[in-house]
């Protein structure tokens, strides 16, 4: 049971950032509920190779006979991290160009495109 | 040629050649129609409901009026869901998983 | 080194390459620029169709990154941890749609796009996201598709909303985005979730492991969730519209391929990867957001007055056309696999229908948009007597598009009404209603904007523009004229790929 906690909190996380995608106008805060999910994920592969007692996968240091975590989900999670960034960027950048043209972060106002 | 569409078949060739058929059939009902027929006159002008002014044009708002609004109190509803609200549509998203996770994990 | 077989790599590595080298060739010369681009474009599609023959005639290509020879899909001791690329018929017929979409758009935006407007902007983001797109359609395994899935969101979306000096272009962009990146870390969770419980993401060998557990269906229902959002099917279609309205013409119908490319996604991972662990209950709701999606986004644009986002519902419509064709043959192929593969090559060959008839439309309107000046159908009207080859090309567009004989959309259509009816007369009703609804909006469109007294004297449309639509529109006509050469060469292969070519695929990626 205990060994499952790290996968609650991933999905407390993702709750919650779908909590504030949901509910929150402001955009810049949509953005960082995206990242909250975002973040829940990648724990959550980090998780899913973590060995009990594993050290760092690196042959060269390791000992003969020493467990080692999961690689592969480490670089998953860094190729989703890489991914995240420019997603994050772009939508940012997105959101400064908004407010630049409606001066205002308010989702409820920026609805130029409906219906 | 012919495209077998399960119950059916479908060869656009044999359409095309029946549309000539059914062409040619009209073009002899033309030629037997009124001979009395003036070029150049009133007659040639486009009735627009009545409209006598020079270059009156039926934009696309006007045309099929009636059907659109026929179909506009089902249409604004749907249109009031189009909100342009980016939480509405994460809203949907949030719909269609908690529909699909009950067939998979309920009806299947 | 053997061209043919390192193919599918190149495919996806030389617009991937050949696309960052753009802005520095511009930062040179934007001539030099512009045969840079031709030479990318024609070795990306030289290279797809090089695929896409060996795929037909010799069959599913595989390609091992990292490998001493790049058949050798399995490291020693049998377990496949190596990235694979996997070309099936349905992938090569995918690539060869996107080497359509995507030359026709670079032919035509070499005198739609204004160069001190982000044109070299432009052509970088379209040609990453014809690489991404290449990408999704050949990888064959599940993290790399989530990569190349969010390879083309980002160039989609900058595409979208890359004219910062409007606001409209950047508004829909964001909320592109936001869906985008949202139904991508789900499809990253499903992802996660598959290998914390089988320790791979090969595709073949997720495939053959797969047993239906509850973890399996939870990932089954992120990915559907995530890959109908990318594909745009209703309720999920909010972002389509704006994206396809303010968009400019050359990337709507990059976009277009992109949704369609997600579709494959999806049919994918519902036949190959679930195929042998297959619930009818998925298939009735892939038929239920099918028939909803194509009733509701025609209903939709009964009423748009924006030239743009009409077409842009009209192009959502189509999907739900695909989406119930192969949600019936997923429904049906067990019980009845005869009508089953009608249904799926339907679904597959309106894709095909689709991005050359709702491209040539987008394009029209494009076209519209740059000799009027503006898109909103209250304002326009006669421009059928100037632009006499556009008016031409929109009337042969819409007409396919809603399916009139002898025209393209036409064959596909009649496939998916006939094997939809088997499942419920009621969904061919629809699917006919939805088309009458279209044939309805698209000449309201026509008669608003091409017909009645001259308004103004609109500018004349540059040549490379109406070639490119004449590519398209020729597209219209052949494939509707000859739709029996084309299913049975291009298309049943491509269905048989999904549903008698698991196994095969199976074999092709893990070797036994």
Known sequence: MIGNTPFVVCMV???LGL???????????????????????????VATGYVRGGIVPIYTYAPPDAAMVLPTPQALTLTSIVIGLATTALMLAFVVVIHRHKKTLDGRKVTELSG | MTLLTGHGFWNPLLWLAAAAGVTLLALVVWSRGRRDYTRGTDRELPFLSGEKMEGAHVGGGHLYWGFVEGLRPYVERLRALHSGLVNDYVGWLVVILAVAFLIVLVGG | MNLAAHAPILAVAVPLLGAFALPLWAKLRPSLRDLWLVLVAGATAALTVLVAVQVYTVGIQVYTLGGAWPLDTLAPGGFPIRIVLAVDALSAFMGLITALVAVVGFAYAWRYLVEDEGKTLALTLGTLL????????????????????????????????????????????????????????????????????????????????????????????????????????????????????????????????????????????????YGGVADPAIGWLVVALGTLTLLVAALMAVVQMDLGRLVA??????????????GVGLTAIAARPAYGLVAIQGGIFHMLNDAVAIGLLFLAVGAVE???????????????????????????????????????????????????FLLSPILSALAILASILLLAVFVKAFQGAFLGPKLSQPKPVPVPMLVAMGVLALGVLALGLFPELVVRHLVAPAADALWTGRDLYLRAVLGR
């Open chain 1, 19 to 45: 909590w504030a995608l949901l509910f929150r106008r402001n955009l810049i805060k949509v953005v960082i509920g995206i990242k909250i999910v975002e973040n829940g994920v990648n724990l959550y592969l």
């Open chain 3, 130 to 273: 014809w690489a991404g797109m290449l990408g999704m359609a050949f990888t064959g395994d599940l993290f790399n598709l989530f990569v190349f899935f969010e390879v083309t969101s980002i160039a989609a979306c900058g595409l979208v909303g890359y004219r910062t000096w409007a606001s409209r272009g950047p508004e829909a962009a964001f909320k592109t985005m936001v869906m985008y990146t949202v139904g991508g870390l789900f499809v990253l969770l499903a992802i996660a979730l598959l290998y914390g419980e089988y320790g791979a993401l090969n595709l073949a060998y997720l495939a053959r492991q797969i047993t239906g557990s509850v973890v399996d269906r939870i990932a089954l229902a992120l990915l559907l969730g995530g890959l109908l959002m990318k594909a745009g099917a209703v309720p999920l279609h909010m972002w389509a519209p704006d994206a396809y309205g303010e968009a400019p013409a050359q990337a709507v119908i990059l976009l277009v391929a992109n949704t369609q490319i997600s579709l494959y996604a999806l049919f994918r991972v519902l036949f190959t990867l």
């Open chain 3, 313 to 326: 519902f009209g192009a959502v419509s189509q999907i739900g056309y695909m989406l119930l064709g192969v």
């Open chain 3, 370 to 420: 740059k000799a009027a000046g503006n898109r909103n159908l209250a304002n326009l009207g006669g421009l059928g007597h100037d632009l006499t080859w556009t008016t031409g090309f929109f009337l042969l567009g819409s007409l396919a598009l809603a399916g009139i004989p002898p025209l393209n959309g036409f064959a596909s259509k009649l496939m998916i009404y006939q094997s939809s």
């Open chain 1, 13 to 15: 996380l993702v709750l």
